[in-house]
């Protein structure tokens, strides 16, 4: 494989690639601000996020919110 062959492949993969990740980020991020308003932890649920994406959203809305103080 050529270096302009590898090159334009990259640059390729790249383009076609960026707005997923770019999307689930920002994902992960609004899992882990939900999260936290929810009284969970929002660095573990970004976390999970990132690998479970909108399954986590949807986990994450059906959830109750914790209690801070039993009484």
């Known amino acids: 494989m050529t270096r302009e062959t590898y090159v334009d492949t990259f640059n390729h993969l790249d383009s076609a690639a960026a707005p997923w990740f770019v999307g689930w980020g920002t994902l992960a991020l609004i ?3 939900l999260a ?36």
């Open 31 to 33: 899992n882990a601000g």
């Open 36 to 71: 936290q308003g929810k009284n969970r932890s929002g660095l573990l649920w970004f976390l999970l996020s990132l690998v479970l994406g909108p399954i986590a959203t949807l986990v994450l809305v059906v959830m109750p919110k914790v209690r801070s103080k039993m009484f």
